[in-house]
């Protein structure tokens, strides 16, 4: 059985900076997609970015296996820590339209010349409130 758990969301200051973890477990493809969602008060969730993992592979550049939506380029970061079987969103300069609730999914078909992926595997979500 997957399980996706996200951690590191709270309350931060516009300015601030978060560092979510999301930790997968019993995935048992060595390649998979893992991905970044939020759900904004009143809003439909929205993908933020995802990273494509390979455990046969795992010094390929953060470029050529990450993908991240437009507005967040520059601000937000994913990556992967093999060793600790976790993926990261660092997130910067916050600003209060990110609050939300920040869901971590487990799938496939992550590209980073464009692809999203698909998600069968998703987590219960960790807060994230900015104030301003």
């Known amino acids: 059985e997957v399980r996706v758990v996200e951690s590191g969301g709270g309350l931060v200051q516009a300015g601030g900076s978060l560092r979510l973890s999301c930790v997968a477990s019993?995935?048992?493809?060595?390649?998979?997609?893992v991905g970044w969602f939020r759900q904004a008060p009143g809003k439909e969730r929205e993908w933020l970015s995802c990273i494509s993992i390979d455990h046969n592979m795992m010094y390929k550049d953060l470029e050529d296996i990450t993908n991240i939506v437009d507005f967040a380029k520059g601000r937000f970061t994913i990556s992967v820590d093999y060793a600790k079987n976790t993926v990261y969103l660092q997130m910067n300069t916050l600003k209060p339209e990110d609050t939300g609730v920040y869901t971590c999914?487990?799938?496939?078909?992550?590209?980073?010349?464009?692809?999203?992926?698909?998600?069968?595997?998703w987590g219960q979500g960790t807060p994230v409130t900015v104030s301003s």
């Open positions: 019993g995935v048992t493809s060595d390649e998979y997609t």
């Open positions: 999914a487990v799938g496939w078909g992550c590209t980073a010349w464009g692809r999203r992926g698909w998600y069968d595997y």
